[in-house]
């Protein structure tokens, strides 16, 4: 099982970056998202529209107690961050640890508190470099998971043809 | 060379999305982010403040003639888009066709004109459900780069030592 947590979200400046996190979560094959921060109703349903749609059980929800998630998550916690450990050095470690355990991955807003460092297992950067934590996200997990992106979403009513050279979809 | 084309930006609504399309170009190497839409000043102006003080030679640009740039493109056009055929399937070919040609890499805001799938080498999907430009940009990138991720960036002002638990910058 793999859950993501979003710390930090600001309704209005970051609904367009958070919904990205959740989505981003869901197609690389993670179970559930819960976002902190400043409570979003808008941005949530909007995504569980998009969730209906297009299928699968991915969860999300919310809770102002974030500590408390990261805290009682029974697995391993990797919390990423551009000052963190390089993936390149960490990542078979990670997943032989995870191997019999669930994952937590956290990505943060701007300022993440000290003591998210101090309460995971790995601190981990995928680039040193100020740039996105969407992008982050997608390659730890397109990693994680052995470049495997998820395909097949339970109970869809929508999906995608891929094509050459045009928009294809199939209501099912 | 690898060049990043971004179409629709739309002020305002996408700052955020855009500036992190810019970033995550320059993390993963391009050389150039060109952005199409509306013209957007102040998100252009905080991207290259950031790239001034963490260094490297990456170019912001806009433009308002989009078509002409794909047009006159010379090398392997990619256009990124959940409608095309699976990255799976043709990052090989992709690689082998850009070893002596340069790289131009496209990704949209809501609504990409047809026009953009019938101009193109190659319309890539990575994962066929709605996410993020930035996850699919990052994800196309890092694989596309044999998961070389960027570490050296000259004339940086600043550079992040990485670190196991906390936040370790230099200034240089």
Chains 1, 2 share one sequence.
Do not use: C
């Amino acid at each position: 099982m793999i859950k993501v947590l979003r710390l930090g979200h600001r309704a209005g400046r970051d609904d367009r970056i958070s919904t990205h996190v959740g989505l981003t979560s869901r197609q690389w094959g993670a179970d559930e998202i819960v976002y902190s921060g400043e409570r979003d109703k808008s941005m949530m349903e909007s995504q569980e529209d998009i969730i209906d749609r297009w299928g699968g059980d991915f969860e999300v929800s919310y809770t102002e107690e974030w500590r408390k998630v990261i805290k009682e998550f029974d697995g391993l916690k990797i919390h990423l961050t551009m000052y963190g450990e390089r993936i390149d050095e960490k990542m078979d470690e990670i997943k032989e640890e995870s191997e019999e355990q669930d994952l937590l991955v956290i990505v943060g807003a701007e300022k993440v508190p000290r003591w998210v460092y101090l309460n995971v297992d790995y601190n981990i950067s995928v680039g040193n470099q100020p740039h996105s934590e969407i992008a982050a996200l997608a390659v730890f997990l397109d990693r994680y998971q052995d470049n495997e992106i998820k395909e097949e979403f339970e109970g869809a009513d929508i999906e995608v043809e891929p094509s050459e050279d045009r928009k294809i979809t199939r209501e099912k």
